[in-house]
């Protein structure tokens, strides 16, 4: 959904600490933290364990696979090209203090399948399906591999602290050219 410059006007003259991206976010009704919720509520019902690592990796690939199917983003926030795959910094320190240890969460996936439509919500099922059963270390394997992350950190050596943004449009093009294949 695409804001138009009089709703832009509208909403930022009454808050106007806020960026364009947040008010895409209230427009949209869906933030990372949303994402990181129902990764976590599906992790709780099925077992699954989920660590800093790999839930990064699952929220990338919620991110990715919606820019190529939908071309447009899930959510507004971007990933930096870290040493282990991609990163929302702020989701990084959130959830930091667990280490490489599963995150213990109480998140109910009941209740947070409200937050999204029924098109969402098949989709990030979809992705839960795909990704969650593979662990952080494989997941981390696979961005390595893939275009949008190597191309973030290019003139980077493979353990260099790296901060780059890796691109919407890398990630809309890199996994589209998979969905039309």
Known sequence: MQID??????????????TKEQVADLVTGIIYNDV?????????ETGELITNLKLQKLVYYAQAWHLAIYSKPLFNADFEAWVH?????DLYNEYKRWGNHPIE???????????????TLDF????????????AYELELMVHREAPWIDARKGYEPDEKCNEIISEESMRDYYGQKVKN
Do not use: C, H, W
């Not at 990181?36 to 709780?44: I, K, Q, S, T």
């Not at 969460?105 to 098109?119: P, T, W, Y």
């Open 105 to 119: 969460s109480d998140v109910k996936l009941e209740q947070v399948i409200e937050r999204f439509d029924n098109e």
């Open 124 to 135: 990030l099922e979809e992705v839960a399906e795909v990704y969650m059963p593979y662990g």
């Open 5 to 18: 410059d009089e709703e832009y006007t509208s909403v930022m003259t009454e808050r106007s600490e806020s």
């Open 85 to 89: 795959g991609p990163v929302i910094r």
């Open 36 to 44: 990181v919720d129902y990764f976590l509520g599906f992790a709780n």
